[in-house]
């Protein structure tokens, strides 16, 4: 089965790990979104902090914007051709979440000897921040506490604000 057409189905299925990660699906896209999240904003600077290929480059910003994780906007350099600048959508800062417990898990499973050069850290103080699990109302709950479960006949989940 091709790669497009496991992509379709999962875009159709009820599970939204696997509708997500049919868009999300190869590094790429989260070190794109990693670049984003530090400020980079045209072709080129994603080109060159990534070193990625010009054509896999257009192929996953096109799927990020189709997807609304990013948007294209034109921007015109003096003495230059219109281009196209990329910015986050806010459904795309919200994966910022996503990367911070990506971020955890490789900190703690993937050890390095080079110490990490990208930290998040809260805007005013500039403390680490984590990445957890709180309930509806609001208290922190331990990993060991969460498990998934499989519902049989799932009622509509409402969006959280």
Known sequence: MTRSIVAARSMDSSCPIA???SVLSDPW???LLREALLGRRTFAQFRDA???ATDVLSARLATLVEHGIMERTPYREPGQRTRD???LTPAGEELKTVLVA????GTQHMP???PSRVRALTRAS???VHV???DDDGRKIAQDAVEFVRIENPSPVERRP
């Open 19 to 21: 509708r997500s990660v």
């Open 29 to 31: 896209s989260f070190l």
């Open 50 to 52: 990534l070193g990625i």
């Open 85 to 87: 600048a990329y910015t």
């Open 102 to 105: 990506l971020q955890e898990w």
């Open 112 to 114: 390095s000897e080079k």
């Open 126 to 128: 500039r403390q680490p």
């Open 132 to 134: 957890g699990f709180i």
